[in-house]
């Protein structure tokens, strides 16, 4: 073999091919420790972690019920004595039960909602955007037509029709949500299509289906991931709003939005009916928007030198 | 002489732009590729050699049926791949392959060189055993010259000449037996190039491939080419076999081209520096020049060359240039 | 008193991987009236060596040492003062015009603002004078199309405008990092051409940052070569040309394909891959790569230096290619923060 093919020069070479396996530092281990570097989206991360544990774990540990109402203390403020450490409401209530359970209902909704937005919308963008020509058009306008739709109108009419049942809150949702994460996927699938390596691969004969599953979606679950950890708490509020409007879920189940509801017509006698749910709620938000802001920064191409 | 693996048979790429309002609108046609003919023989290497503009990436890509050709016929091996159904044509991908200009943005950033040069075979060979799979595909990251123990290593962890091997690995991981390579070591390092350059001739070499090298520089094709064609404005200028092109070419632009390129000698920079005389743009491609596309920076120019356009015809030692006035000039460098 | 004197520049960057050193402890120098090449592949830190002195590094990076330009020491400016240096005194081009060029702005905007905020002249005044510059760098009917935008210009045209508002200043120092790179080959030499006869007009001096070993040769008077963020040799463009002491310089030149050459010459590649910056052999950085390498090059070779302004930094003679006979050789590896480097040999 000339000299020529030799990218190392003889002595090293040989004992270089008896080596082990190089490890490969993907761009996503790149990234996650970039996330890591920063203080407020670990710090978030850890409360939302906690918050998780304590929204589950935490109702099992109380001796209070959610729905246990003690006669003997209602409306009663928080004190270490009476148990009740967030008070109670109207009903003897206990708060800090109610807002842990709450806790379940609103998170298991932004998941949950989320969840079915990601699926839906990648899948349909990223087959719109990768097809293009009619096919492109025509289920782009589909997006628009929906969208076109006033939101609430379409929520209270599944409620009419099938009741106020909690996983409609879900469909309803997700059925909104989609279309935002339709349209981010195709607009990042339109540029994707065009790069060199996608090129390559429909050069190779790689079938389109596999591009699609390959090479398209993983380059733009970056942005896709920004995008979900932004939208859960938009969810949770959109939740809050429906249950604000006496739309969300039904008694004896309650959701952060539910709480503050409740809390907010009581909120001159008894603020504390009001204050632990809206906390919780404003954490929970504030977590996801700064775990969201460091993902895009650690995600972000341009800071590599 | 043995028939030829690939033929070409004026090819053509247009291109149309809508321009103008809404009410205005009117269809502007680039002929990106003007009517390219030639042939390939097995184990030979054709290099083409263009400027920006040239149309010879859309000339490579046309080729290998990624660009829907407007015109024309590309026969390999006796099937005419202009009229396959999109199927038949994707097998033919095990047979045909290329190698991008770019080696860094050509590799899917999140998948392994394994990964990468292993695809094809997952595309075409679904029940291959995966332990075979990685094994040839150490085999092949060998053969390019990269150590098989990067096997897992990402692009980004790769310099750009690496990358480009792994590329080479790729387009070789199926045995094909046509390789096109579209200016393959233009964003290279100097000396990577050379590496590049050797490497791609051993391949050819020991594997017996057919390669079609796009370049924008006369230099790096002559050591690589058995015969190269220049291009211009989507038009072949000049199709010699390499001795005769180099030295005595026969189009007034290939000469030209070969005076411009710059040197890495001072002292015959300096001379150089006085003998080139190719001035200004290339015409708008949307507005080519009638008759001749090269006539309006031509110093050799006469009343025909704007009326005809001169065809790729044979000179006497089966060279072919599109000019009508070759016999007579003397472009000897 | 040379124009530009730089001792002991040092640019250091922090990535997440650890420091990542680009340019080691460089020194060198250029008269004025100077076209100066700085020569050098991938990580050899010749864009760095000009961001540092230009104080354009990125966030991450840091610099030290001097870099005095007419009396005046460029990296211990205060930020404004440097500002007014730069685009006045000492102009940059860079490599890519489109990304250097605001596409929203005509060509007239973008030139008369340079000339405006540095030298104060009025509207009308700096619209003749970027004209001029226009005509200067050969575009055609520079009145008519100084209005038109970027994208309008082919490339090789955009990187003449970038010339142009370069010039606009009258600077007393050109540095144009890899001016013909993003160009097609007879655009280069154009452009290349253009850069030399600018230089030779008007005595200008100019830095050309590049690799591509053509355009040194077509147009400057000395040569550096840089390779692994060192300086390996200088010397005029002649003897870097037909005389190089280096084995990289040497293999460098010998792995270019060139017009000129027989039909049946082989290219002579130089083995191994690019230098990484954070994996540096001892010694010397090119000893992996170099034909011609034995065991002494695992320290730190010495800089050759000759009256005639050459230098080579290895231990094989720069004229002569024998091993050179230094009891240095025995030392070990330097700390780079310590001591300066072994003693030069005449």
């Known amino acids: 073999m000339s000299d020529s093919v030799n990218t190392i020069v003889d002595d090293p070479f040989a004992a270089a091919m ?33 918050m998780l544990l304590v929204v589950l774990f935490g109702p099992m540990l109380s001796p209070w019920e959610g729905d246990f109402t003690d006669w003997d203390n209602t409306s009663s403020p928080p004190s270490l004595e009476t148990g ?62 929906i969208y076109a739709l006033p939101f609430m109108f379409f929520v209270i009419l599944l409620m009419v029709v099938f009741g106020r049942h909690i996983v409609l809150i879900f469909v309803a949702i997700g059925a909104v949500n989609w279309l935002d994460m339709a349209r981010i996927v195709r607009g990042q699938t339109l540029g994707l299509k065009n790069t060199e390596y996608v090129e390559a691969a429909r050069a190779c004969g790689v079938e389109h289906r596999d591009i699609i599953r390959r090479h398209i979606i993983p380059n733009l679950l970056g942005v896709v991931m920004v995008y979900v950890t932004l939208t859960i708490p938009q969810v949770i509020l959109v939740e809050s709003f429906l249950s604000f409007l006496g739309l969300g879920v039904q008694e004896p189940m309650s959701s952060w939005g539910a709480l503050v509801n409740d809390g907010a017509q009581d909120m001159e006698s008894a603020p504390w009916t009001l204050i632990f749910p809206a906390a919780f709620l404003t954490v929970t938000l504030y977590c996801f928007n700064y775990i969201g802001d460091g993902m895009r920064d650690a995600l972000d191409p341009k800071d590599h030198f | 002489m043995s028939k030829p693996v690939l033929r070409v048979q004026d090819l053509a790429v247009n291109f149309t732009n809508q321009t103008g309002g809404i009410f205005r609108r ?101 029940h291959m055993a995966r332990v075979q799979v990685e094994e040839r595909a150490r085999g092949m990251m060998k053969m390019v010259g990269l150590l098989p123990n990067q096997i897992n290593r990402y692009p980004h962890e790769f310099s750009g000449g690496q990358c480009q091997r792994i590329g080479i690995a790729r387009a070789l991981v199926l045995n094909p037996r046509l390789v096109v390579c579209d200016e393959p070591v233009s964003a290279l390092d100097v000396s990577i190039q050379a590496q590049i350059i050797n490497l791609l001739k051993d391949l050819q070499k020991k594997l017996g491939l057919s390669l079609i090298f796009v370049a924008h520089d006369l230099s790096i094709v002559k050591h690589i080419s058995d015969r190269v064609m220049v291009m211009y404005m989507g038009s072949a200028m000049e199709l010699s076999t390499r001795e005769a092109l180099y030295r005595k070419p026969l189009h007034p632009y290939t ?79 | 008193m040379a124009l530009l004197d730089v001792r002991g520049l040092t640019v250091t960057f922090d990535t997440p991987e650890g420091e990542l050193c680009a340019v080691d402890r460089l020194d060198f120098s250029m008269e004025t009236g100077e076209t100066l090449a700085i020569v ?14 230009m104080g354009l590094l990125a966030e991450n990076g840091s610099a030290s040492g ?14 404004r003062e440097l500002n ?56 055609p009917d520079p009145e008519e199309r100084i209005r038109q935008y970027p994208h309008e210009y082919s490339g090789g045209m955009r990187q003449r405008v970038m010339i142009a508002m370069g010039l606009l200043c009258a600077p007393d120092l050109l540095i144009a990092d890899e001016p013909s ?46 390779y692994a963020g060192e300086v390996v040799e200088t010397g005029s463009v002649d003897d870097i040309f037909y005389r190089p002491g280096h084995p990289y310089t040497q293999g460098l030149l010998a792995s270019v394909p060139r017009m000129d050459s027989s039909v049946d010459d082989a290219l002579h590649a130089i083995p191994g891959n690019p230098p990484n910056l954070q994996e540096l052999p001892d010694g010397c950085r090119f000893r992996d790569r170099c034909t011609r390498a034995v065991d002494a090059c695992r320290n730190r070779p010495p800089v050759q230096r000759l009256e005639d302004g050459r230098s080579s930094r290895c231990v094989r003679d720069i004229d002569t290619g024998e091993l050179l006979d230094l009891p240095t050789l025995a030392e070990p590896e330097p700390e780079r923060t310590a001591s300066p480097e072994p003693e030069a040999v005449e």
Not at chain 3, 66 to 79: E, V
């Open chain 1, 84 to 145: 009740h450490w967030f008070g109670t409401d109207a009903v003897g209530r206990d708060i800090l039960v109610r807002t842990l359970e709450g806790g379940r209902v609103s998170l298991m909704v932004g998941l949950v909602a989320t969840l079915v937005s990601l699926v839906i919308g990648v899948t349909y963008g990223a087959i719109a955007g990768y097809y293009g020509g009619f096919t492109d058009r025509f289920m782009m306008r589909v997006v628009d037509i």
């Open chain 2, 26 to 126: 009117r269809e502007r046609v680039l002929r990106a590729v003007n009517g390219i003919s030639f042939d390939l023989h097995e184990s030979e290497t054709l290099g083409i050699v263009g400027e920006s503009g040239s149309g010879k990436s859309t000339l490579a890509r046309a080729i290998l049926g990624l660009i829907k050709p407007s015109r024309g016929r590309v026969m390999w091996r006796g099937d005419n791949l202009t009229e396959m159904e999109e199927e038949e044509l994707r097998q033919k991908r095990k047979e045909l392959q290329i190698v991008f200009q770019d080696p860094i943005a050509s590799l899917n950033p999140r998948m392994t060189a394994g990964d990468i040069i292993s695809e094809p075979l997952w595309t075409f060979y679904p």
């Open chain 2, 255 to 333: 000469s030209a081209l070969m005076k411009s390129v710059p040197i890495p000698d001072p002292k015959l920079a300096a001379e150089a520096r006085q003998s080139s005389w190719l001035t200004g743009d290339m015409p708008s491609p949307y507005d080519p020049p009638k008759g001749c596309v090269f006539h309006t920076r031509c110093p050799y120019k006469v009343k025909r060359c704007i009326a005809d356009v001169p065809a790729l015809r044979h000179m006497e030692d089966g060279n072919r240039v599109a000019c009508h006035r070759a016999e007579e000039l003397d472009l000897a460098i």
């Open chain 3, 84 to 139: 007014r240096v730069r685009g006045a005194e000492i102009a940059m081009i860079f490599q890519d015009p489109m990304t250097s060029l605001n596409p929203y702005l005509t060509i007239e905007k973008q030139m008369t603002e340079v000339v405006q905020h540095h030298q104060g002249l009025r509207r009308e005044q700096a619209r003749a004078h970027a004209v001029e510059m226009l005509r200067a760098v050969r575009i």
């Open chain 1, 18 to 50: 008896a080596e082990d396996d190089v490890r490969g530092r993907s761009l996503w281990m790149d990234a996650w420790h970039r996330l890591l570097k920063n203080r407020a989206a670990v710090i978030s991360g850890i409360i939302m972690f906690v």
């Open chain 3, 181 to 226: 790179t993003a160009l097609d080959v007879t655009v280069q030499a154009q452009i290349t051409q253009l850069i030399g006869e600018l230089g030779e007009k008007s005595n200008m001096s100019m830095i050309l940052i590049t690799h591509d070993l053509a355009a040194v040769a077509e147009i400057a008077s000395r040569v550096i070569v840089m």
């Open chain 3, 40 to 53: 050098g592949e991938s990580g050899a830190g010749k864009s760095q060596l000009m961001m540092a002195i």
């Open chain 3, 66 to 79: 001097s870099a005095i330009f007419k009396g005046r020491d460029l990296m211990a400016m205060p930020p």
